[in-house]
Structures are given as C-alpha cells and as structure tokens.
C-alpha cells in the first residue's frame, strides 16, 4: 500500500523515460513507497522465490524447446539428443525438471502460509482466488511437460490420468478421445501437450502479475493477521510498515541466493532426487505394449492420485473417485468463505483451528506418500481414513471457526 508524498521529478535518460512512461510512480507505487508489515518473516519469501522459479522455469524451457522434437517417433531420442550433444543440454534439462519440483515444493509452502495467516479473508479473497488459478494452470503445465520425454512413467501415466476423463458419465468416451486427439496417447497427444506446455507458462505470467497487482491493492498480511493500513502516523505512512524497497528487496535477495545454493546442489549432484523429481522408468522409451509395474505421477500431483484411488469404482466407474480427485482442489477456492472466525491468523485462533491445520498438513504430506506407493489393502484403508481428514479440514471449518474461543488480536504487529 503507497503513500503519496512528494518525490524530486527525476532528470537525464531516467527523466526522458519518465515523462513516457510512468517509472517513477510504478517503482514508488509498487516498490519504495509500497509499504509491507515490518513483521513478515521467512514465510513472505515464498512468493518471490516462486517467481524467481517461474523465470527459471520460463527461460529453460524455451532454450529447450530449440532442440526438442515434439513426435512421438523422435521425441525420447532428442531429450538424449538435449543431455549428450547439445551444448550445456543436460544442465537446461536437469534445470527444468528440478526446478518443476522446487515450483510446486514453494508453492505448497506459500499456499500453507495462506492458510495459517488467513492471508485469504476480506479484503483478500480475489488475491487467494487468483492465487487458486495459477496453481491450477501450474498443475496444467506440469501435466502437459510430463508426456513430452515421452518415457515410460510419461506415456502411461498420461494414459492413466487421460482415461479418467473416460469416467464421466455420457461423454467420458468422447472427452478423452478429445483431450488425446486419437484413441490411445500418440503423437498427435504429444504434439498438442507441447503446444500447451509452451503456451500456459506465459497465461501464468499474466497470471501472476494480476496475482501481484491484487496484493498491492489490498497489501500484504503478517503473522498477527494485523490490517497494518488500519494505524498511520501524521503523514499517512502505516506505524507496522516499512518501505518494500530497499528492507524486503534485500531479504528477498538473500532468500533468493541461498536458495539458488540449494537448487544448485540438486541440479548438479542429485538431479532425480533418488526418482522423486525424475522417475528411473522414464528412461527407457515409451513403449504401448508394455505396461509398467506400477504407475504413479510425479509427487506434487501423489496427494489428488491417492484420494482418486481411495474412493472404490462404483458400478466398475472411477467417476465418484475423479469427483473426490477434482473436488479436493477445488474446494480451494471456498476458503474464503468457509472459514467464519473473527480473526485472522492461526495465532489468535482457537485450538481446534490449530489441530484441524496440523492435521491437514500431515493427511496432505502421507496422501502424497500413499500416492507414489503401489496400492495396498492398508494403503487404501489409510488413504481413505487421510483423505476423510483433508476434507474435514475444509468442510467442518465453518463449524469449528464459529464456535472455537479466539485470543485477543494485539492493536500493533508483534516481532
Ligand atoms: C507461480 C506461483 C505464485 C507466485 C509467483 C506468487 C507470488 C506471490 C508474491 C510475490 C506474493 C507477495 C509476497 C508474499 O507474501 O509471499 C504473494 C502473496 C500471496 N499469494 Fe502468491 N504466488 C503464487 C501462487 C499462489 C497460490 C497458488 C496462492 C493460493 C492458492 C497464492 C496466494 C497468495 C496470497 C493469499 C498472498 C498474500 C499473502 C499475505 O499477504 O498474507 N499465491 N504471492
């Protein structure tokens, strides 16, 4: 949130821009006069290093689409083209399938974050709701690079997915020879996921910047869960605020080398992270008439895989279980409105908002377990009994907000 005050017009090449473009008020508006609660925290670095990601992602991705061939005829030989001949090829791969992983690691991070600090509440439920879309076009773009090495674990586990759009009811059959573009996945199925990989990355960018713009018209939340513009000094400035640049520029900055540290480490020395970012079946060439022995996709998407096989096919039909699989993501988007309590953050919340998050996370974390495992009579029962407490989370939240005893909120931001 920005403060009008009066900045010295600026002179020389920056002033010839200015007088064209308004550089100066977007740099105060967004940047040094957008003042952030002083109190964030490590959990505000998520977002920026998601972005940083996105870049990653974005840049990588189209210097490998140079020397990638979307046909299912050459497409697994030119990703052995990509690691062997091409200059630097295996560090643009390894950085794009590592970086895939770490999006989704920050972005669940950055979405609990939400969660804990009630960073969804009025006047923010349009900033979440927006923040819902991007993960589903980040689920989207996943799903459609997946095929593309057009391995193993690519080609059936786009099978398997693909053919749930076969459960519907009346139109199931139609809808997945649609979304293939053939009867079984093939390389018209590949040509169209590339064309959609390349496309959805730029809408998320689109994305992201409404997501952006969103949050600096209603402006960041904090662990106290504290409207900071509520409490302004004589010149309008927020008491709890401090300047978003230079303070958060330069903690970001750090955020952003130790995680690029991290990330390195992965790229360099641990690539498929022992077959959790890059599955050791994806090596060998598609093949249709060999199905593996177990299929699971990668382990961002294993929590939804593990509630879709949870949910027993009634009448021999997957559909009630692709139900459960949909509705677990987007029951997201009632957040907002599901959760009654008069405050914000988990901090001030009562004790059963803290068990139901708890228990949230933790259901969340051992379905994407359960997920990457072949199925089993006890992973079944377990998976069914943790995808009850995911959604309990969500559909008893109107209850026990309502009704649990809440602390009082303090007038100013605790550090
Ligand atoms: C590409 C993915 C994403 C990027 C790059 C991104 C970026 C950001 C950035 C830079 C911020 C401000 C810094 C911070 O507070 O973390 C932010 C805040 C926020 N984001 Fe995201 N975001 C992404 C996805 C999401 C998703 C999937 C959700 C929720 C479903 C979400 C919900 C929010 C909310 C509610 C805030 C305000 C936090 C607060 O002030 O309390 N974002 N986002």
Do not use: C
């Amino acid at each position: 949130m920005s403060v009008d005050s009066a900045q010295p017009t600026p002179t020389g090449l920056l002033g010839w821009f200015d007088k064209r473009f308004p550089v100066m008020r977007v740099w105060n508006e967004h940047l040094a006069e957008y003042y952030a609660p002083k109190n964030m925290g490590l959990w505000s670095v998520f977002g920026s290093l998601a972005l940083l990601v996105l870049v990653i992602q974005i840049v990588s991705g189209i210097w490998l689409a140079m020397s990638y061939k979307p046909s299912a005829t050459e497409a697994f030989a030119s990703v052995e083209y990509i690691m062997r001949d091409v200059n630097w090829g295996w560090l643009l791969r390894y950085m794009h399938s590592t970086g895939a992983s770490f999006f989704f690691i920050l972005v669940y991070l950055h979405m609990f974050r939400g969660l804990m600090w009630g960073s969804y509440k009025k006047p923010r439920e349009l900033l979440w709701i927006i923040g819902v879309v991007i993960y589903l076009a980040m689920m989207a773009t996943a799903f459609f690079g997946y095929l593309l090495p057009w391995g193993q674990m690519s080609y059936w586990g786009a099978q398997v997915i693909v053919n749930l759009f076969a459960a519907v009811p009346g139109i199931g059959e139609d809808l997945s020879v649609w979304v293939r573009g053939d009867y079984v996945i093939s390389d018209a199925t590949l040509n169209r996921f590339f064309a959609f990989h390349f496309l959805i990355p730029f809408l998320l960018a689109g994305l992201v910047f409404l997501h952006i713009v969103a949050l600096h018209r209603v402006g960041s939340t904090n662990p106290d869960g504290i409207e900071i513009k509520e409490n302004k000094d004589e010149n309008g400035i927020p008491k709890d605020g401090i300047p978003f640049h230079p303070y958060y520029t330069v903690k970001d900055s750090v955020a952003f080398v130790v995680f690029l540290a991290v990330f390195s480490l992965v790229m360099f020395y641990a690539p498929d992270m022992g077959g959790l970012f890059l599955e050791g079946p994806n090596f060998q060439p598609a093949d249709p008439l060999k199905t593996p022995e177990h299929i699971a996709p990668v382990w961002y998407f294993t929590p939804y895989y593990a509630m879709l096989r949870a949910v027993p096919p009634i009448a021999g039909s997957q559909f009630p279980g692709v139900v459960v699989m949909f509705a677990a993501i987007l029951i997201l988007f009632l957040v907002p409105w599901l959760d009654r309590s008069p405050v914000r953050s988990i901090r001030y919340k009562g004790n059963l908002s803290k068990i139901f998050l708890a228990a949230f996370a933790v259901s969340f974390v051992v379905l994407a377990y359960l997920g990457l495992k072949p199925a089993s009579d006890l992973y079944t029962l377990l998976s069914q009994i943790f995808t009850v407490v995911y959604f309990a989370f969500f559909l008893l939240m109107p209850i026990y907000t309502k009704l649990e005893k809440t602390k009082p909120v303090p007038e100013r931001v605790t550090t």
